[in-house]
């Protein structure tokens, strides 16, 4: 039973796995050709191991970055990075962490069926590190094991329902649709990114992607060079106040410091590429495969797929919305380095999957102006969200590292003080109110939605007659 059990969570554990085995329930669903559904379910799960060979090049390459910016400015503090924090969590509580995360997808994929908000989340590595700090939150609360997987799995459930839902309207102005969603642990910030965006006074017209280039110039148009370029000159800055010491002896294995600079920044490049790829591979496959979820088990079911879905659209909105969120990060550490708080270094990886993302949300609803401030505004939640989290982990807050993404503050910090505040009975009030709130929000969203439906002629010609109408 236990090993049969520890499959199941290997095998629901890995993104890949699952966004395949949506894709072959959808063609199935769609009665497609035998040939067809593995041809679409091969390609979904390449396509997604594409996606995270780009992340892990990408990490590889912001890793020793981070290092050696830490070395720069002399500051020890809390790195936010999610894969630094979950090893630990999942060594003491991994067996509540995986059954929240097995248990809250389906709880999710039922919130989809009954309520209005028909988001099926996919990015399962962020639907488990949530679900880990979640199990932390919870057992360091009071609640057993069962206890909290039973709860936690709710309140999972109910984050991986709302958090997609309230980019979606943002997203719809970034893909011009409203087939696919954004499914990641820094939805909250990068809705946030839209909401500022569109009351910044900026206009979508001016777009970060119709920048004057002069021709001369005209090589900056592309993506791939616009992203090496920039963070060349990032990683060459910061390697020079760091030295050739400290970078060869630490860094670079005795690799000319000047050099490494120059490959790492190339590396990075190469890894937004691959993204982009794998992107446009699961993008080309599971929406359509899609149909037969929506038609059968979840009508008008949406994917909600993770943040490098949104790179595509304005790549070079990516950068802006890093560079800006990356500023705030920095702003934020100083501030806090001032105050004598905790010092969070600024997760390089976190601001610029979520803050590339609200650049490119910004962009689309307030052009340049909407993307500066929109991907300003995540770098300054994604700073201070992990600094208020420290003290509802328990011992893991004591840790180097934690949650960095806007979600787990949302559901983390909602978590914790209410445990601060009246212990295991007032979590569980909350999160049955959290799922109280749903539906009545699906209820006004759907009572909204009739009242906007136009009437047929023939009534609106009766009602418009009929004296006293006020028409």
């Known amino acids: 039973m236990n090993s049969t059990l520890n499959v199941l969570v290997q095998v629901f554990s890995q993104p890949a796995i699952l966004v395949a085995l949506i894709a072959?329930?959808?063609?199935?669903?769609?009665?497609?050709?035998?040939?067809?559904?593995?041809?679409?379910?091969?390609?979904?799960?390449?396509?997604?191991?594409?996606?995270?060979?780009?992340?892990?090049?990408?990490?590889?390459?912001?890793d020793p970055f981070g290092r050696m910016f830490s070395e720069v400015f002399g500051v020890q503090g809390v790195v936010p990075n999610n894969e630094a924090i979950v090893g630990p969590v999942l060594q003491k509580y991994g067996t509540a962490a995986a059954l929240i995360f097995f248990f809250g997808m389906v709880v999710n994929v039922v919130l989809a069926r009954v309520t209005r908000f028909k988001y099926i989340y996919l990015s399962g590595h962020v639907a488990l590190y949530q679900s880990a700090m979640i199990a932390v939150i919870l057992i360091v609360a009071g609640f057993s094991t069962w206890e909290a997987i039973l709860w936690g799995s709710i309140a999972e459930a109910v984050i991986t329902t709302i958090s997609p839902a309230v980019v979606q309207p943002f997203m719809r102005r970034v893909t011009g649709n409203d087939t696919?969603?954004?499914?990641?642990?820094?939805?909250?910030?990068?809705?946030?990114?839209?909401?500022?965006?569109?009351?910044?006074?900026?206009?979508?017209?001016?777009?970060?992607?119709?920048?004057?280039?002069?021709?001369?110039?005209?090589?900056?148009?592309?993506?791939?060079v616009v992203v090496a370029l920039s963070m060349g000159l990032i990683f060459v800055v910061v390697a020079l106040f760091a030295g050739p010491s400290y970078v060869q002896d630490n860094i670079s294995d005795g690799q000319n410091y000047i050099l490494w600079a120059i490959m790492s920044a190339g590396q990075f490049a190469a890894g937004v590429f691959v993204i982009l790829a794998g992107v446009r591979v699961i993008l080309a496959e599971i929406v359509p495969a899609f149909k037969g979820i929506s038609e059968r088990m979840v009508p008008n079911a949406k994917p909600a797929l993770d943040v490098p879905i949104t790179f595509t659209f304005a790549?070079?909105?990516?950068?802006?919305?890093?560079?800006?969120?990356?500023?705030?990060?920095?702003?934020?550490?100083?501030?806090?380095?001032?105050?004598?708080?905790?010092?969070?270094?600024?997760?390089?990886?976190?601001?610029?999957?979520?803050?590339?993302?609200?650049?490119?949300?910004?962009?689309?609803?307030?052009?340049?102006?909407?993307?500066?401030?929109?991907?300003?505004?995540?770098?300054?939640?994604?700073?201070?969200?992990?600094?208020?989290?420290?003290?509802?982990?328990?011992?893991?807050?004591?840790?180097?590292?934690?949650?960095?993404?806007?979600?787990?503050?949302?559901?983390?910090?909602?978590?914790?003080?209410?445990?601060?505040?009246?212990?295991?009975?007032?979590?569980?009030?909350?999160?049955?109110?959290?799922?109280?709130?749903?539906?009545?929000?699906?209820?006004?969203?759907?009572?909204?939605?009739?009242?906007?439906?136009p009437q047929p002629a023939d009534e609106a010609g009766s009602t418009a007659s009929t004296p006293g109408s006020g028409a």
């Open 24 to 62: 072959l329930l959808g063609l199935v669903l769609l009665k497609k050709p035998g040939a067809d559904i593995m041809k679409g379910t091969l390609k979904t799960f390449v396509g997604f191991l594409v996606l995270s060979a780009g992340a892990a090049v990408i990490v590889d390459s912001l």
């Open 315 to 453: 790549p070079n909105a990516v950068m802006v919305g890093f560079l800006s969120s990356l500023v705030a990060g920095l702003l934020g550490m100083g501030l806090m380095g001032a105050l004598g708080t905790a010092v969070i270094i600024p997760g390089i990886v976190a601001h610029f999957m979520t803050g590339g993302a609200s650049g490119v949300i910004g962009n689309a609803v307030g052009g340049r102006r909407g993307a500066v401030l929109g991907a300003f505004a995540n770098g300054i939640l994604i700073t201070v969200v992990p600094l208020l989290l420290l003290p509802v982990l328990g011992d893991i807050g004591t840790a180097n590292a934690t949650f960095g993404d806007s979600d787990y503050g949302v559901i983390g910090l909602y978590l914790g003080w209410l445990g601060f505040g009246g212990g295991k009975g007032l979590i569980i009030a909350g999160i049955v109110l959290s799922v109280i709130l749903v539906f009545a929000a699906s209820l006004l969203l759907d009572r909204r939605a009739r009242r906007a439906v």
């Open 180 to 224: 696919v969603a954004l499914g990641h642990t820094g939805g909250f910030g990068i809705a946030l990114s839209g909401l500022i965006a569109s009351v910044s006074g900026g206009n979508p017209e001016n777009s970060t992607e119709k920048l004057k280039v002069p021709k001369s110039l005209g090589f900056v148009r592309d993506s791939t």
